[in-house]
């Protein structure tokens, strides 16, 4: 498992370009889990100020 973290520009590219599994918003930060075509299981955290970090799951 890698922890990265990214910026809302990355974050956003990445849900784009994978189907999104679910997203559950929290009022300090907003969870989004993604099957990415290349990169497989990823989860992203997002901060309300669109930063935040990638987590790459193995499957």
Do not use: C, W
């Not at 990355?10 to 989004?32: M, N, Q, W, Y």
């Not at 990169?39 to 990638?54: E, I, N, R, T, Y």
């Amino acid at each position: 498992m890698r922890i990265i973290e990214a910026e809302s520009q990355v974050l956003a590219d990445l849900k784009d370009e994978g189907r999104v599994v679910t997203e559950r918003s929290f009022p300090a930060f907003t969870v989004i889990t993604v099957r990415h075509p290349t990169l497989g299981k990823l989860v992203l955290v997002q901060m309300p100020d669109g930063s935040g970090a990638m987590v790459e799951v193995e499957e």
